[in-house]
């Protein structure tokens, strides 16, 4: 399979703890985003790297997110000292540059819940 | 920064026509894209609108006004697996800015 895999697909967890989620996205793919979608909204934007590089990151992450992307592959979102707020879906999408259709390829997100 | 309106529901029947709106705010804007999602499932591409005009995909087509600032989906020849959330999202920048979507419901 070539598409974006996500891992976890399910966490639950306490609050307070830390959790780390994985993206794999499509190898030619340069962009990589991370979107955050609870119930009955759109995905809310994140972050996004071009290669390694993270070029965007939303004002309405807190600085208990953080977002890698080491040699411009995989990337980790990680969350630490979980609130019951942080309750959502994550979602990854990645993209190609060139010729760009407006397309995003999305992965089936890690779900996570904070009790 | 980049904002997009769209209406929360739409409700109609099988084999009907119907049309999902989009209004938008950009600082830069780079197209409008469309994305459906069933209940549980990830978003998945549908349809891109670099320049004004109707774009079709099979049952489904995609407008885009640049001076109105408005886009929208026309699904025809609806089925019950259309029963979805529907959003649009605008590559702008660096980032890509998704609206709060339109949950349709397609009735027998």
């Known amino acids: 399979d070539t598409g974006v895999s996500q891992n976890p697909r399910h966490k639950i967890t306490k609050r307070g703890q830390n959790v780390t989620f994985r993206c794999d996205p499509i190898?030619?793919?340069?962009?990589l985003y991370w979107y955050r979608q609870t119930l009955g909204q759109g995905p809310e934007f994140l972050t996004y790297f071009q290669n390694e590089a993270q070029l965007e990151k939303s004002r309405l992450l807190s600085d208990r997110f953080s977002a890698e992307r080491p040699k411009g592959s995989f990337s980790t979102l990680e969350i630490q000292r979980t609130e019951q707020g942080d309750s959502a879906m994550y979602l990854c999408?990645?993209?190609?540059?060139?010729?760009?259709?407006?397309?995003?390829?999305f992965g089936e997100g890690s779900r996570l819940t904070v009790l | 920064g980049q904002s997009l309106e769209q209406p929360s529901e739409v409700t109609a029947v099988e084999g009907a026509i119907v049309q999902i709106n989009c209004t938008y705010q950009?600082?830069?804007?780079?197209?409008l894209s469309w994305y459906q999602q069933h209940d549980g499932g990830a978003p998945t591409f549908l349809s891109y609108n670099a320049l004004d005009g109707l774009e079709e995909t099979g049952r489904f087509s995609s407008f885009l006004s640049r001076s109105d600032s408005y886009g929208y989906l026309l699904l025809q020849e609806l089925q019950m697996k259309d029963s979805a959330s529907y959003f649009c999202?605008?590559?702008?920048?660096?980032?890509?800015?998704f609206g709060p979507g339109t949950r349709l419901s397609v009735l027998p």
């Open positions: 999408a990645s993209s190609l540059i060139r010729g760009s259709t407006g397309e995003l390829f």
């Open positions: 950009t600082s830069g804007f780079y197209g």
């Open positions: 190898s030619e793919h340069n962009r």
């Open positions: 999202a605008s590559p702008g920048g660096q980032n890509f800015v």
